[in-house]
């Protein structure tokens, strides 16, 4: 059997860094949720389970707009949060080959922390070389907790705060996605996956939305990739 | 009858456990290989693309502004992370002024 990979504190702490450096804007989204968890009944104590749980902000305010339908059924909830986190199949794909070496049980305690965010950050670094798979988590759980505190000020001062759209909360994710995949762009040939990312998204999200616009994006991408890679000989091992 | 807000919890939590999970334990079954590993690399990039598409694509020039600040932040300091606070920091200073 193989070595483990790191999984130590160093890992965690430089994730931990950057989960914090990205928290603002989690706050601000989690207040966002908050404050429509409040207007559609729900409890601070229930906001915040769902939070704890589904830690998804696009799934569980879709989820919650269905309730808000009058038409809610559990059928209708599981759909949803599927639709909308379909994205997350690719996500932990993804990671597979660098995170499994760290061994089963901490890539399944890492993998309840994946969020968009950290996804992209984790890739980010792992496309540089990270050998400490604990970064995933250190980047998970500042998230976590702010995306927490965010619900429960939310659904608890909801009222009286500001609209968190006017503070730009819509826009934290395609702001990360934009300056990450503009530091990770290194030679020509990454324009390719971008390129088709964006046609594979528009195309596929004008027809049948944004959740599956992402998801058509990283197929599209990779499969382009791998249909067009030339074996050199000597697997990347990540 | 609607059912109850617990047991509507439950199974988004349930679906949500379950996409997060089963990408990784599928990846376990599949051959690697280098036309595996090229998807690997390529599909982060494709993603982070759409996700920016599909923004500047439903937003106006307020959107088109802060995610512009933020890519010309990154490529000129090489901290993403700050980058992106400053795309939204843009974002929200436009709105508040009516953008």
Redesign the interface.
């Known amino acids: 059997m193989p070595p483990r990979a790191p999984f130590g504190l160093a890992g965690f702490r430089r994730g931990f860094r950057?989960g914090l450096?990205?928290a603002?804007?989690i706050l601000v989204y989690g207040l966002a949720f908050g404050i429509v968890a409040a207007q559609a009944g729900?409890g601070a104590g229930?906001a915040m389970?769902?939070s704890a749980?589904?830690?998804?902000g696009s799934?569980?305010l879709a989820?919650v707009s269905v309730?808000q339908s009058?038409q809610?059924?559990?059928w209708a909830?599981?759909a949803t949060?599927?639709v909308m986190?379909?994205?997350?199949?690719?996500?932990?794909?993804?990671?597979?080959?660098w995170?499994?070496q760290a061994g089963t049980g901490r890539?399944?305690i890492s993998?309840?922390f994946?969020g968009?965010a950290n996804?992209?950050?984790t890739?980010?670094v792992i496309?540089a070389g990270e050998e400490d798979r604990a970064y995933l988590l250190g980047t998970g759980v500042p998230l976590l907790v702010v995306w927490l505190a965010g619900t429960l000020a939310g659904a608890v001062f909801g009222a009286i705060l500001p609209d968190p759209?006017?503070?730009?909360?819509d826009?934290?994710?395609?702001?990360?996605?934009?300056?990450?995949?503009?530091?990770?762009?290194k030679a020509p040939a990454?324009l390719?996956?971008?390129?088709?990312?964006?046609?594979?998204?528009?195309a596929m999200?004008?027809w049948a939305g944004?959740g599956w616009?992402?998801v058509?994006?990283?197929i599209?991408?990779?499969?382009?990739?791998?249909?067009?890679?030339?074996?050199?000989g000597k697997?990347?091992g990540? | 009858m609607?059912?109850s807000?617990?047991?509507?919890?439950l199974?988004?939590?349930?679906?949500?456990?379950?996409?997060?999970?089963?990408?990784?334990?599928?990846?376990?079954y599949l051959p690697?290989s280098?036309?595996?590993?090229?998807?690997?690399?390529?599909?982060?990039?494709?993603?982070?693309?759409?996700?920016?598409?599909?923004?500047?694509?439903?937003?106006g020039l307020t959107?088109a502004l802060?995610?512009g600040t933020?890519?010309a932040?990154?490529?000129w300091t090489?901290n993403?992370?700050?980058?992106?606070?400053g795309?939204?920091?843009?974002?929200?200073l436009l709105?508040?002024f009516g953008g």
């Open positions: 950057v450096a990205m603002l804007p729900m229930m389970a769902y749980t589904v830690f998804s799934a569980q989820a309730m009058g809610a059924t559990l909830i599981a949060v599927l986190n379909a994205r997350y199949l690719l996500f932990g794909a993804t990671l597979q080959p995170l499994s890539s399944l993998l309840l994946l968009d996804w992209i950050a890739m980010k496309d759209k006017a503070l730009g909360a826009l934290m994710l395609p702001a990360f996605a934009a300056s990450m995949m503009a530091v990770m762009v990454s390719v996956p971008v390129a088709i990312g964006a046609g594979a998204a528009l999200g004008a944004a616009g992402i058509a994006a990283g599209a991408g990779g499969g382009f990739a791998a249909a067009t890679a030339k074996d050199t697997g990347t990540k | 609607t059912p807000l617990t047991a509507m919890l199974v988004a939590a349930a679906a949500a456990l379950a996409c997060r999970l089963a990408g990784f334990a599928a990846m376990r690697r280098h036309r595996l590993d090229a998807a690997l690399r390529a599909t982060p990039l494709a993603v982070m693309s759409g996700i920016t598409a599909l923004a500047l694509a439903a937003g959107e802060a995610l933020a890519t932040l990154a490529l090489r993403d992370v700050g980058a992106a606070i795309g939204v920091a843009v974002a929200a709105r508040a």
